[in-house]
């Protein structure tokens, strides 16, 4: 398995292997020159349908004798590509879970300002949902 990302070309456009790269949104190795020289080698261009990407623990997939190019995509770019190659239901999911986070996310910092503030401890857990036992945590710090 290696680390990297591949960008690859498919001769079967409709071939459900790996993902559009332009399906995923902006990614910043499409505009390196590496990428372009590559691209511009194999007479291709971004929105292609036979240019695909997949993810570093996919990467076993793309055929042999493929055009292919190692990528580096950030943490938050690979997941996107991995959420863009999930099926539906899973895709779903995916997007449920992300949002819990980011409601989530600051809660501690919520939880505090809150008691700083001078709301009741059992008031926050009635609000929030959240477990007593987080409130008392957060009131001690």
């Known amino acids: 398995m ?3 990302a591949y960008l690859f070309l498919l001769e079967d456009a409709s071939a459900p292997l790996g ?3 332009a399906a995923v949104g902006e990614l910043a190795c499409m505009e390196t020159p590496a990428v372009r020289a590559w691209l511009d080698a194999q007479h291709s ?8 990407l997949l993810p570093p623990e996919e990467t076993a997939a793309i055929p042999e004798g493929a055009e292919r190019l190692p990528v580096p995509l950030s943490e938050e770019e690979l997941s996107r590509v991995r959420h863009r ?6 895709a779903h999911l995916e997007r449920e879970l992300l949002a819990y986070r980011d409601c989530t996310d600051g809660r501690d ?4 300002r809150a008691l700083a503030a001078g709301v009741a401890p059992h ?3 009635e609000l929030t949902g959240v477990d007593p ?3 008392t945590a957060a009131a001690v710090r």
Request: proline share 17%.
């Open 19 to 21: 993902v559009s790269p």
């Open 85 to 90: 190659m999930a099926p539906e239901p899973l």
């Open 133 to 135: 036992a987080t409130v």
């Open 2 to 4: 290696t680390d990297d």
């Open 123 to 125: 008031r926050i857990v």
């Open 45 to 52: 261009a971004p929105t292609s349908p036979h240019l695909r």
């Open 109 to 112: 910092g919520l939880i505090g």
